[in-house]
């Protein structure tokens, strides 16, 4: 399964003519995708309304576009402001599908790599499960002074009402061929961005108008993994060959930013939200092995697993932060008063 998603990313990247191939099911897709939300607009089937506001940020891709650091940017923002913020996720990889709440020691193959990420980050009270109605409910029971509600992705959920719709768009890998999954990575078609608040990831700020709404990730210092309160390893990890292990949607970017900042890059990606286990990192013992934060949850957890383990002691982890640009704060102030939330 592994070597098949590799394998499809890579002819999303080269738009290979195989893709073709794939043509009858991107219409079939993009034709059960529409009918779905048609019975949903014609009320034939139902939405949950929540009793609080909801605002989803959610993207048109497969793959990574920066939801999860710009999530964990606005949460911290917003507890600045003294919102009441709370954040819903499916939760990828979980074991189950039954709604749980989600605390900072929670393990990603319970909850999920991204909600523990973003929970251990900010501690913002979080839920995942597949109902996202039940979820909002056992949410808001356990936190009822909720003002606003966060959907870590599910634009594409049509059962949850929301009122508020964020669309992140990564601006260097843009939308490859444009074409519908499988044949593309478009979980929608490109006129689902006409009309939506559109947070354009790119660091490349003469591309656009001024107050274009922009974010881009800025590296930290890599930092050793922590196996619980115990760091693991050297301090210090100068520029030099390393491996890039990730397990991100679009490991492109991570490879590149490595690349940047100096290191020779050996690649070794694996697919989106990859359950690692000690067999991937045999082989890795002769250089340092760099990795995202979100693989880090996992291979914290792992290292607590095989405690006698001398490969995590090689483990290094990059940390990232979403720089958002005024005008992004500008609409995020827009909205709060809109939904009359504005605390200030």
Same mark, same amino acid.
């Given at each position: 399964m592994k070597n098949l998603e590799l394998f499809i990313t890579k002819a999303w990247q080269k738009n290979s003519p195989l893709l073709t191939l794939l043509k009858p099911l991107a219409v079939f897709y993009g034709m059960l995708g529409s009918v779905h939300q048609c019975l949903?607009?014609?009320?034939? $089937?139902?939405?949950?309304?929540?009793?609080?506001? +909801?605002?989803? *940020?959610?993207?048109?891709? #497969?793959? =990574?576009? !920066?939801?999860?650091?710009?999530?964990?940017?606005?949460?911290?923002?917003?507890q600045g402001k003294g919102i009441e913020v709370g954040v819903i996720s499916r939760g990828y990889g979980r074991k189950d599908n039954t709604p749980m709440l989600v605390g900072p020691d929670d393990l990603p193959n319970m909850v999920g790599d991204e909600p523990c990420l973003i929970t251990q980050s900010t501690r913002v009270p979080m839920a995942v499960g597949a109902n996202r109605g039940q979820v909002i409910d056992l949410l808001i029971k356990n936190n009822p002074k909720?003002?606003?509600?966060?959907?870590?992705?599910? $634009?594409?959920?049509?059962?949850?009402?929301?009122? +508020?719709?964020? *669309?992140?768009?990564?601006? #260097?890998? =843009?939308? !490859?061929?444009?074409?519908?999954?499988?044949?593309?990575f478009l979980r929608e078609s490109l006129d689902r961005l006409d009309g939506a608040t559109v947070i354009y990831h790119d660091s490349r700020t003469e591309c656009y108008n001024d107050d274009a709404l922009l974010m881009h990730l800025v590296p930290n210092k890599p930092v050793p993994l922590s196996r619980g309160d115990q760091l693991v390893g050297d301090k210090n990890l100068p520029p030099q060959k390393v491996y890039a292990v990730s397990g991100i949607g679009y490991p492109r970017r991570f490879f590149t930013t490595l690349s940047e900042l100096g290191f020779d890059v050996v690649e070794c990606p694996f697919g989106d939200h990859h359950a690692f286990a000690i067999d991937d990192l045999a082989g890795l013992m002769d250089l340092p092995i760099i990795t995202t934060s979100k693989d880090a949850v996992k291979l914290r957890e792992l290292a607590s697993i095989h405690l006698n383990s001398t490969i995590f002691a090689n483990i290094w982890v990059l940390p990232v932060q979403a720089v958002l640009s005024n005008s992004v704060y500008e609409e995020m102030d827009r909205v709060l008063e809109v939904l009359g939330l504005d605390n200030d």
């Open positions: 949903y607009d014609a009320s034939i $089937l139902t939405k949950y309304h929540a009793p609080i506001p +909801v605002m989803i *940020i959610g993207n048109i891709t #497969v793959g =990574g576009s !920066g939801k999860t650091p710009l999530i964990i940017t606005l949460v911290q923002y917003l909720l003002q606003l509600i966060i959907s870590d992705d599910g $634009l594409q959920h049509h059962a949850l009402h929301r009122d +508020v719709e964020w *669309i992140v768009v990564d601006g #260097v890998r =843009g939308f !490859g061929n444009k074409k519908l999954f499988p044949q593309g």
